[in-house]
């Protein structure tokens, strides 16, 4: 919890000016996706702040950014909508449990199910929602009252000041990497457009549209420290029935999206993180969320991209950008408002064409097309709908896709032995897909009395290869033939048991076969 730096990457000044430049970045979406789940502004900004700082220094992940996010954002509407914000904290309370129970009990471990082309996909699909998020800032209110494109100078000062950050952040590097690229860009943009007048939008304007008319004028982003609260919610079993649902949805969303962005990072750094303790790190924070007024989060990944490209590897990074957010809350709100959304789309457009993985072009190329099929789904999905239901459409497509194409691959080599036994050799997994293949490999009117399956290169899988071979069994029995089993594995001996009397087992010559476990010894 206290190692900060965690790797020869990282340092304190990098990991301090990344830390700074990500807590700019992490305002407007804060209160964005405050809105988009029908709360206020603060709500998001307090568990931007609180899900930042504690996966930072218990979580598993160095260097990644949690906050706030509109994955989880969009669960939350309908509860809050119909029960209010205190049913929300319940919900927020209740996931973050359920989280912190997923890293006690190691499934964490199971994102490694994801398939890379599903990988791909959530990739790529994240990039482009962050990319069509940005186009609502090239968006004003009319004298109607309805949002319409910028036009005019505007739109021409926007685009301008976008197109500067962007080439900021793209030609200091190869000047200097004293200071995250990131923020001397927005600092310059912001000390620009104040010192020239230019006509463009700021932060505080941006809140300001989110908000109702009579409350535009007193708009701000200065609070308070967030204060301890048990929700004021009925302490019943209805209240669990109404708050479990969502509470699970966030859950899993939240546990998706992070491990993801998780494994993501690793690949991006060559280091590895742990994702059961990243896990209860999210836990933690969605329950202390619960607890004091914050709407709750995940990771990040738009956020962690900044950091990681800014320089941030360590704990620090992390730690820094939500006490600096905090900072911001409580004594510098007037900066914060100031900022002009232009250099925040500038350096979210530079994390999109970072993100994006161009090179799913040329893969394309060159793998086979399921899984093209699987990467544009995950990628279609994650734009249309949200990640969680992307990765477990491409997980079970991707499977289906595998158990299709498992079924191919049994046979068997058959030969008779010295006792004028048939032996059949079996190659390829028994399993749903492949059970009649399985079957139609044997003739059992025309075979001797006694057959041999031979498992050395095979194994039963599930229950529908035991079935299967019970089925077999009982056709060699009619036949008032004997079926004979060598080198099943023990796991497999266990479920014969209705096929025992059918059944010779040669215990002796039976494989060991080692299975992965979670045990450190």
């Given at each position: 919890?206290?190692?900060?730096?965690?790797?020869?990457?990282?340092?304190?000044?990098?990991?301090?000016?990344?830390?700074?430049?990500?807590?700019?970045?992490?305002?407007?979406?804060?209160?964005?996706?405050?809105?988009?789940?029908?709360?206020?502004?603060?709500?998001?900004?307090?568990?931007?702040?609180?899900?930042?700082?504690?996966?930072?220094?218990?979580?598993?992940?160095?260097?990644?950014?949690?906050?706030?996010?509109?994955?989880?954002?969009?669960?939350?509407?309908?509860?809050?909508?119909?029960?209010?914000?205190?049913?929300?904290?319940?919900?927020?309370?209740?996931?973050?449990?359920?989280?912190?129970?997923?890293?006690?009990?190691?499934?964490?471990?199971?994102?490694?199910?994801?398939?890379?082309?599903?990988?791909?996909?959530?990739?790529?699909?994240?990039?482009?929602?962050?990319?069509?998020?940005?186009?609502?800032?090239?968006?004003?209110?009319?004298?109607?009252?309805?949002?319409?494109?910028?036009?005019?100078?505007?739109?021409?000062?926007?685009?301008?000041?976008?197109?500067?950050?962007?080439?900021?952040?793209?030609?200091?590097?190869?000047?200097?990497?004293?200071?995250?690229?990131?923020?001397?860009?927005?600092?310059?943009?912001?000390?620009?457009?104040h010192g020239l007048d230019l006509e463009a939008r700021t932060v505080i304007d941006f809140v300001r549209d989110l908000l109702p008319a009579d409350?535009?004028?007193?708009?701000?982003?200065?609070?308070?420290?967030?204060?301890?609260?048990?929700?004021?919610?009925?302490?019943?079993?209805?209240?669990?029935?109404?708050v479990l649902p969502t509470s699970v949805i966030l859950c899993l969303v939240g546990l998706i999206e992070s491990l993801l962005t998780l494994s993501?990072?690793?690949?991006?750094?060559?280091?590895?993180?742990?994702?059961?303790?990243?896990?209860?790190?999210?836990?933690?924070?969605?329950?202390?969320?619960?607890?004091?007024?914050?709407?709750?989060?995940?990771?990040?990944?738009?956020?962690?991209?900044?950091?990681?490209?800014?320089?941030?590897?360590?704990?620090?990074?992390?730690?820094?950008?939500?006490?600096?957010?905090?900072?911001?809350?409580?004594?510098?709100?007037?900066?914060?408002?100031?900022?002009?959304?232009?250099?925040?789309?500038?350096?979210m457009f530079v994390v999109v064409i970072g993100t994006f993985e161009w090179a799913s072009f040329r893969i394309i190329r060159g793998v086979n097309?399921?899984?093209?099929?699987?990467?544009?789904?995950?990628?279609?999905?994650?734009?249309?709908?949200?990640?969680?239901?992307?990765?477990?459409?491409?997980?079970?497509?991707?499977?289906?896709?595998?158990?299709?194409?498992?079924?191919?691959?049994?046979?068997?080599?058959?030969?008779?032995?010295?006792?004028?036994?048939?032996?059949?050799?079996?190659?390829?997994?028994?399993?749903?897909?492949?059970?009649?293949?399985?079957?139609?490999?044997?003739?059992?009117?025309?075979?001797?009395?006694?057959?041999?399956?031979?498992?050395?290169?095979?194994?039963?899988?599930?229950?529908?290869?035991?079935?299967?071979?019970?089925?077999?069994?009982?056709?060699?029995?009619?036949?008032?033939?004997?079926?004979?089993?060598?080198?099943?594995?023990?796991?497999?001996?266990?479920?014969?048991?209705?096929?025992?009397?059918?059944?010779?087992?040669?215990?002796?010559?039976?494989?060991?076969?080692?299975?992965?476990?979670?045990?450190?010894?």
């Amino acid at each position: 919890m206290f190692d900060l730096i965690t790797n020869k990457d990282s340092n304190v000044k990098n990991d301090v000016l990344s830390g700074i430049t990500v807590a700019l970045a992490l305002v407007p979406e804060a209160v964005a996706f405050a809105f988009v789940a029908g709360v206020e502004p603060m709500i998001g900004l307090y568990a931007a702040f609180m899900m930042g700082l504690i996966t930072s220094a218990i979580g598993g992940r160095p260097g990644m950014i949690s906050g706030a996010t509109g994955a989880m954002a969009v669960v939350m509407v309908a509860l809050v909508a119909e029960h209010g914000v205190q049913y929300l904290f319940a919900a927020v309370l209740l996931a973050g449990l359920l989280q912190i129970l997923c890293g006690v009990f190691r499934l964490g471990k199971f994102i490694r199910l994801v398939p890379y082309p599903v990988m791909l996909g959530f990739v790529n699909g994240l990039a482009i929602v962050i990319f069509l998020a940005q186009l609502g800032q090239f968006k004003v209110f009319n004298a109607a009252g309805e949002m319409t494109w910028m036009q005019g100078t505007m739109l021409y000062t926007m685009l301008g000041l976008v197109a500067l950050t962007m080439a900021i952040i793209y030609l200091l590097p190869k000047l200097t990497k004293a200071v995250p690229a990131s923020l001397v860009a927005i600092v310059t943009i912001t000390l620009l457009v104040h010192g020239l007048d230019l006509e463009a939008r700021t932060v505080i304007d941006f809140v300001r549209d989110l908000l109702p008319a009579d409350q535009k004028d007193t708009a701000t982003l200065a609070g308070e420290l967030p204060s301890f609260a048990i929700p004021a919610v009925p302490l019943t079993w209805e209240t669990v029935m109404i708050v479990l649902p969502t509470s699970v949805i966030l859950c899993l969303v939240g546990l998706i999206e992070s491990l993801l962005t998780l494994s993501l990072i690793d690949e991006m750094t060559d280091t590895r993180g742990r994702g059961n303790k990243e896990c209860i790190g999210q836990g933690v924070a969605n329950t202390v969320n619960g607890f004091f007024g914050g709407m709750g989060g995940c990771a990040m990944i738009g956020q962690s991209m900044i950091n990681i490209n800014s320089g941030g590897r360590g704990r620090l990074s992390g730690i820094t950008a939500a006490l600096v957010l905090l900072g911001f809350i409580l004594f510098a709100a007037p900066l914060i408002e100031m900022i002009p959304l232009a250099a925040l789309v500038g350096v979210m457009f530079v994390v999109v064409i970072g993100t994006f993985e161009w090179a799913s072009f040329r893969i394309i190329r060159g793998v086979n097309k399921e899984d093209a099929f699987v990467l544009f789904l995950v990628t279609a999905v994650t734009v249309i709908s949200d990640l969680a239901i992307a990765v477990v459409v491409g997980v079970i497509v991707s499977a289906l896709v595998f158990a299709w194409k498992a079924a191919k691959y049994i046979e068997a080599k058959t030969h008779i032995d010295d006792d004028g036994w048939k032996v059949y050799e079996l190659r390829g997994p028994v399993f749903f897909g492949s059970i009649q293949h399985f079957k139609d490999m044997f003739d059992v009117a025309k075979d001797p009395h006694d057959v041999v399956i031979d498992f050395n290169n095979s194994r039963i899988w599930d229950s529908s290869g035991i079935d299967a071979l019970d089925t077999l069994a009982d056709k060699y029995e009619q036949q008032g033939n004997k079926l004979h089993i060598r080198h099943i594995s023990p796991e497999c001996r266990v479920l014969l048991k209705k096929a025992d009397k059918f059944v010779e087992i040669n215990v002796n010559e039976d494989p060991r076969y080692r299975v992965a476990t979670d045990k450190l010894a």
